[in-house]
């Protein structure tokens, strides 16, 4: 890995710092995909995430001027066999920290496989087609293609919730059902790239978020027997947006209408609260083919990223 330019430095991110990264994202953001992503909420959650230490594990790199020009974290929320690298650097001025950032990651990430109890560790980062730079550093430190994510949206306005179909309800989750909502979550997911969560871990970082909007967490039942989940987030509230952080069917009850029901259920409460657009992230590898059902309810992709990953 090179080294930073002369004069500039790396040092261990604080809380206080977040107001400044909240702009390199931003930054980072809109010349990567055309407008910001990030929320004040994301930021922190970077730095304080579950298994992730600020003193640690998470650096900025400063330019001569002492700005920050570039954010490296980890994140591995269950210590589970891998990382995900994120790093974020201003556009073109920030760039010579890229590869000195990854490596002080990459260094970190053995330490913690190690820590984690694995003799095996993976590491992965996302990339947008067009960073170049990003992916080229990725590929010149060992990185492969795995697969492409993608970001979904839809607005939402003039938008009417269309009747389920028969034999299929909707219903908010009740608080005394949470641990089996996890499990759909996990077991709807067992067949796919999905990093399983155990439910302590789950629920903990369910409580960390700032507010949890309960009326938009959504179970599915088919002829009254439970058959999917929906779970959203506030992270976008603010800027308008609802955001379904999980869609979940159970096998036996796939291809029965229960994810569009609930998604057009998610979408209108989303609306009811003055929401404009509803957006979603999804796993273009997915064997379950979710990017069909998302067309279909007209949602459309805003951008896509690519996954990579190296086995240290």
């Known amino acids: 890995m090179t080294d930073l330019p002369a004069g500039w430095t790396t040092r261990r991110p604080t809380l206080d710092d977040v107001p400044e990264l909240l702009a390199l994202c931003h930054a980072s953001d809109i010349a990567s995909v055309g407008e910001p992503d990030f929320t004040p909420d994301d930021i922190r959650e970077g730095l304080t995430g579950a298994n992730t230490d600020m003193g640690r594990d998470c650096w900025v790199a400063l330019d001569e001027t002492g700005a920050i020009v570039g954010w490296a974290y980890p994140g591995n929320a269950d210590r589970g066999d891998r990382d995900f690298l994120e790093i974020y650097v201003w556009p073109s001025r920030g760039e010579p920290a890229l590869r000195p950032l990854l490596g002080l990651l990459l260094a970190r990430a053995a330490e913690r496989g190690a820590a984690f109890g694995h003799e095996t ?12 730079s990003w992916i080229s550093a990725l590929t010149e430190a060992g990185f492969s293609f795995v697969k492409q994510h993608a970001r979904m949206a839809v607005a939402l306005t003039g938008r009417a919730e269309s009747d389920p179909p028969p034999g299929v309800t909707v219903r908010p989750v009740e608080q005394s059902e949470l641990r089996r909502f996890h499990a759909t979550i996990e077991e709807a997911f067992r067949d796919t790239d999905h ?5 302590e871990t789950w629920l903990s970082r369910v409580r960390a978020e700032t507010s949890v909007s309960w009326d938009e967490w959504l179970v599915g039942l088919v ?8 779970q959203s987030s506030d992270s976008s509230a603010a800027d308008g947006e609802g955001w379904v952080r999980s869609l979940a069917v159970l096998g036996a009850y796939r291809r029965r209408g229960v994810g569009e029901a609930l998604l057009r259920r998610a979408f209108a409460i989303y609306a009811a609260k003055g929401r404009s657009s509803a957006g979603l992230g999804v796993d273009m590898a997915n064997p379950t083919r979710a990017a069909r059902l998302y067309h279909r309810v007209g949602m459309t992709p805003l951008y896509r990223a690519n996954i990579y990953q190296r086995t240290l």
């Open 121 to 132: 560790y993976h590491v992965r980062a996302g990339a947008i087609p067009t960073e170049q």
């Open 195 to 199: 990093h399983a969560t155990d439910y």
């Open 223 to 230: 002829d009254g027997e439970w058959a999917g989940v929906l």
